[in-house]
């Protein structure tokens, strides 16, 4: 059996339900992560309409917001580029269906010359031991680093999951902003900044992305795994969801059609690169070797 029908199947089971028809006239209600939205929702909602005469509308509010409502039966439909917190009451419901894999990168103004940083050395510009370009092979400048506001949000708890171990580390931020958006766009208009964001989203935007440990974050390097900071994004339900119309979707989302468009968006399939889920274990022993190590140091 391919990994592809697998996961069709696992989902088919987890719903215990026939298919059933549903009326043109129902809309499926998704909200969630912007970059799940850009790395394959925008489309995949699209390609579904088109099929089956049924709408979609999405909306944003992040990866918190996508996987809270949908627990709660507020939204069809949640957008997630992080795990649900089961300790967490309000996500204790949550139910996540990984579709995709996205990548996390840094990025730089694209007149900047800097083009590789390490793991080491991203791990040090956010705990503020590095803080001139110089240091990084570029011009003798203050690096003004760009962070999203709080712990909670997607690009935030992956980034101190892998490179710090530790979901409460404290970045030393020139600017902290509301979401990823403004983090991309204030890199764009500024020749010192740096951020980082969710390749599915920053692609889009006139940015450098900068190699990390001489590996670009190009599709072929995240489905093999050489480019180390990937990690999976979800559709989410509510635990236990019997609603024929979310069913459908999300057996669509699985199915080779709708992996398809996944991967006519430059977005990396989750049944194609399963072998991602064991690597991952390389990049969490990484960040406790020099994420965690580089944090008690301070």
């Known amino acids: 059996m391919s990994f592809t029908k697998y ?3 696992l989902v088919a089971g987890i719903f215990l339900m026939n298919i059933q028809t549903v009326s043109a006239a129902e809309t499926l209600q998704w909200a969630g992560c912007g970059i799940t939205k850009k790395a394959f929702m925008k489309e995949l909602a699209k390609a579904y309409t ?25 939204i069809h439909i949640g957008g997630a580029c992080r ?27 694209k007149d900047n010359p800097v083009d590789n940083i390490s793991f080491k050395q991203l791990n040090q510009v ?52 509301k979401s990823s958006g403004p983090v991309e766009k204030g890199v764009v208009k500024n020749i010192n900044g740096l951020g980082v964001s969710g ?12 190699k990390l440990d001489g590996k670009a974050p190009t599709y072929e390097n995240i489905k093999n795994g050489s480019y180390a900071l990937y990690r999976p994004l979800y559709l989410v339900i509510k635990r236990g969801n019997k609603v024929p119309l979310v069913r459908d979707f999300v057996k669509y989302a699985v199915s080779n059609e709708g992996q398809k468009i996944i ?27 020099e994420g965690l190590s580089q944090t008690k140091a301070q």
């Open 263 to 289: 991967r006519s968006q430059g977005t990396v399939p989750y049944a194609e690169a399963l072998h991602l889920v064991m690597k991952q274990l390389d990049q969490y022993e990484r960040a406790n070797r």
């Open 83 to 109: 795990v649900s917190l089961e300790n967490h009451e309000e996500e204790r419901n949550a139910f996540q269906i990984p579709v995709a894999w996205d990548a996390l990168v840094a990025f730089v103004h």
């Open 199 to 210: 390749i599915s989203s920053a692609k889009k935007r006139k940015l450098k992305l900068l």
């Open 7 to 9: 996961l069709s199947a």
């Open 50 to 74: 088109k099929k089956t005469g049924i709408q979609v509308k999405l909306s944003g509010g992040g990866a918190t917001k996508g996987i809270r409502n949908a627990a709660k039966g507020a």
């Open 126 to 177: 956010y705990l503020g031991k590095i803080t001139n370009w110089k240091q990084l092979g570029g011009k003798d400048a203050p690096i003004e680093l760009y962070v999203r506001r709080g712990k909670m949000s997607g690009v935030g708890r992956t980034l101190r999951e892998l490179v710090f171990a530790n979901y409460d580390q404290k970045f030393k931020a020139t600017y902290v902003v």
